[in-house]
Nanobody, 124 residues
Framework: EVQLVESGGGSVQSGGSLRLSCAVSGYRYSSVCMAWVRQVPGKGREGVAALGSDESTSYADSVKGRFTISKDNTGDNLYLQMDNLQPEDTGTYYC??????????????????WGQGTQVTVSS
């Protein structure tokens, strides 16, 4: 059974930083696309950042230069370092994973495996 468990959300002021973590277990395929997707009430899902098993990374334009996606050497932990947070970054952040498929970019929001989500709140 594939499990993704996020941690690290919280409340910060504008300009602050947070680091999200996602512990991944049970995923046995070498070809994978892992990502962070956020959900804002009243809006659809927005892909924030993606990391492929080919080590490619992709970011939404709104977070480029501020967010960094990475994983540890084992591939069992995915991270999202978020710097210079802004109020518009507020939302529930989900860790997601699936087979690499045709592409692995921040535009992708369809995944088979999801974490439970962690809330990020940025106040001005």
């Amino acid at each position: 059974e594939v499990q993704l468990v996020e941690s690290g959300g919280g409340s910060v002021q504008s300009g602050g930083s947070l680091r999200l973590s996602c512990a991944v277990s049970g995923y046995r395929y070498s070809s994978v696309c892992m990502a962070w997707v956020r959900q804002v009430p009243g809006k659809g899902r927005e892909g924030v950042a993606a990391l492929g098993s080919d080590e490619s990374t992709s970011y939404a334009d709104s977070v480029k230069g501020r967010f960094t996606i990475s994983k540890d050497n084992t591939g069992d932990n995915l991270y999202l370092q978020m710097d210079n947070l802004q109020p518009e970054d507020t939302g529930t952040y989900y860790c997601a994973a699936d087979h690499f498929g045709r592409y692995c970019t921040s535009h992708r929001t369809e995944y088979n495996f999801w974490g439970q989500g962690t809330q990020v709140t940025v106040s001005s």
